[in-house]
């Protein structure tokens, strides 16, 4: 089990001067859970930024409220400026350590297809996490896909094939297919897929054809 310490401040006053801290380099976040009361929090921007890289939501966050001692938790949800990109607030989500879990795991796929190198096939990756259930200590970063099991364009990865620890129970459909590789378009295939553009951009309000009138002539010469 992974677990990674991230320190926080209590915060007393809510919903105020949020901006300043802001900008001092700090971010309001809450901690729930457990039927226990939610508590807000302050945490350093940077401090949090180095533990999500590493954590994500799905590794054990120990954090540290000075003063008040540690909670094991997850990141449950975050809020970012859609124009800065940076987070604004955090969700944890506070856990127990004999108690199960539910979460979604995130997929790391890895190796190389012959199917692709070999075939010019195109890799279709249809899912990229999968939600499981497990105790704590047995959570997993990272579920790995490798996609060196793909050889020919029959060959499909489905979630049953993946590599699990048998103490985490997968609560997704176990023959829904992970990923596969769909063979290269031929050059008919491409052909008609552009003719479905032209004609369909045609079809677009707007886009007129223009033709000449009867007895016209598509160019007019220049008139002396």
């Not at 886009?207 to 598509?218: M, Q, S």
Request: net charge negative; glycine share 6%; proline share 4%.
């Amino acid at each position: 089990m992974t677990k990674i310490n991230l320190k926080s401040k209590a915060r007393e006053e809510v919903g105020k001067n949020l901006d300043s801290f802001r900008k001092k380099g700090m971010i309001p976040a809450v901690v729930y859970g457990h039927k226990d009361k939610p508590q807000t929090l302050w945490v350093n921007y940077l401090d949090f930024k180095r533990v999500f890289e590493k954590a994500g939501e799905s590794t054990i966050i120990e954090l540290e409220i000075e003063g008040k001692g540690k909670v094991n938790a997850l990141v449950h949800d975050l809020q970012v400026d859609p124009l800065s990109d940076k987070f604004t607030h955090i969700d944890f989500f506070q856990i127990r350590m004999d108690e199960k879990i539910e979460t979604a795991i995130p997929l790391e796929f890895i190796g190389e297809s012959a199917a692709v190198k070999e075939l010019g096939g195109i890799l279709v990756k249809s899912l990229d996490e999968i939600n499981i259930s497990c105790l704590p200590a047995d959570l997993p970063a990272e579920i790995k896909v490798d996609i060196s099991k793909i050889k020919n364009f029959e060959d499909h990865i489905k979630i049953k094939d993946l590599e699990i620890s048998d103490k985490v129970k997968i609560l997704d459909e176990e023959e829904t297919v992970v990923a596969l590789v769909s063979p290269p378009r031929t050059e008919e295939e491409l052909a008609s897929l552009e003719e479905k553009v032209e004609e369909d951009v045609s079809k677009v309000e707007g886009v007129v054809k223009e033709t000449p009138a009867e007895g016209e002539k598509g160019d007019k010469k220049e008139e002396k």
